[in-house]
C-alpha cells in the first residue's frame, strides 16, 4: 500500500485516480442529460473543489456559466455554523438554475448554509454535486443530486482535499492510518 505523509500523519491510497474519472464520467453524463436547456450556473466551493470541478465540467456538454465562491462561516476561529457570505457571488442568480460543486459532503453543515442563502437570492432550481458523500455524517437534511462516490466517515486528503493545507496536490485519495 502505497503511504505519504503529511505534517504529522501517515495516509494509505484508497481510492485511485482512474475510480476517481470512472466515477466523475458517470455524473457529467447524468448532469448533461439533465440539465439540458437549463442555461445553468456552475458554483465552485473553493478551495477543495477546484480538481473535481475542472475534470467534471470538462465533461458536461452544455453550455454554462462558471462561477467560484468561498464560504464565510466563521467568528475568529470558532465556526458559527450558519453561512453568512458567499465570497465571490457576483452573479445574479435570482430565477437561474445553480449547482453548487463541493468536494465532500459529510455533516452537510456548510452545504445547508449554502443552500438557504442562495434560496434567499431568489434561485429556482438548485441542485448539488459533490464528488464525496458520507451518508454517516449527515446530520441535515439535504437533497444532493449528484453524487460521485458514497465514502465511510473516514478522514481523506489529495485530489483538493487537504489536512491543514498539504496533500490537495495528490492525484489520487488517501485514507487517515495513523
Not at 465540467?57 to 458559527?80: D, M
Amino acid at each position: 500500500m502505497k503511504t505519504v505523509t503529511l505534517k504529522d500523519k501517515t495516509f494509505g491510497i484508497s481510492i485511485p485516480e482512474a475510480k476517481l474519472f470512472e466515477a466523475i464520467d458517470k455524473v457529467a453524463e447524468k448532469m448533461t442529460t439533465e440539465l439540458e436547456g437549463k442555461n445553468p450556473l456552475f458554483l465552485i466551493v473553493l478551495n477543495g473543489a477546484f480538481m473535481f470541478a475542472s475534470d467534471l465540467l470538462k465533461r458536461v456538454e452544455i453550455p454554462a456559466q462558471l462561477s467560484f465562491v468561498k464560504v464565510a462561516s466563521y467568528c475568529g476561529t470558532e465556526s458559527t455554523g450558519k453561512v453568512t457570505e458567499l465570497i465571490g457571488l457576483n452573479e445574479d442568480v435570482k430565477g437561474r438554475t445553480v449547482v453548487i460543486i463541493e468536494d465532500i459532503v459529510d455533516s452537510g453543515r456548510t452545504m445547508y448554509g449554502m443552500v438557504q442563502k442562495l434560496k434567499s437570492l431568489g434561485v429556482e432550481d438548485l441542485r448539488i454535486a459533490t464528488l464525496f458523500f458520507k451518508p454517516e455524517a449527515l446530520q441535515y437534511d439535504l437533497n444532493i443530486n449528484y453524487v460521485a462516490m458514497e465514502i465511510p466517515n473516514n478522514f481523506i486528503v489529495g485530489y483538493g482535499l487537504d489536512y491543514d493545507g498539504y496533500g490537495r496536490n495528490l492525484r489520487d485519495i488517501y485514507t487517515l492510518i495513523s
